[in-house]
Nanobody, 123 residues
Framework: VQLQACGGGLVQAGGSLRLSCAAS????????VGWFRQAPGKEREFVAA????????NYADSVKGRFTISRDNAKNTVYLQMNSLKPEDTAVYYC?????????????????WGQGTQVTVSS
């Protein structure tokens, strides 16, 4: 499975961005897709995840109510709509795919990773 993430950029606090993650290759092996982020000097952290075949999602507490993860199976693409962005959301965002059907928040549970896309929120 190959993943291509895009959509990052520079936005003012309170603004919005939408990230996209396009999957290709052995799509049938995907159980779920997640987004993680890593800020300078910090560990990679879970942001959100969505089941590939069921209406199941999971969010980090820090983004609940502000971020929405969704998917378009026809396009093999997962989106992360980010609203009410804060400076602390600044990070490199990564999408990842897991073979597991049951969603996990652990990075070790995701076997496939895309390249990161930078999100910078100015105050």
């Amino acid at each position: 499975v190959q993943l291509q993430a895009c959509g990052g950029g520079l936005v003012q606090a309170g603004g919005s961005l939408r990230l996209s993650c396009a999957a290709s290759g052995r799509i049938s092996s995907i159980g779920g897709v997640g987004w993680f982020r890593q800020a300078p000097g910090k560990e990679r952290e879970f942001v959100a995840a969505i089941s590939w075949r069921a209406d199941v999602t999971n969010y980090a507490d820090s983004v609940k109510g502000r971020f929405t993860i969704s998917r378009d199976n026809a396009k093999n693409t997962v989106y992360l709509q980010m609203n009410s962005l804060k400076p602390e959301d600044t990070a490199v965002y990564y999408c990842a795919a897991s073979r597991r059907v049951i969603l996990t928040t652990r990075a070790s549970g995701f076997e496939y990773w895309g390249q990161g896309t930078q999100v910078t929120v100015s105050s």
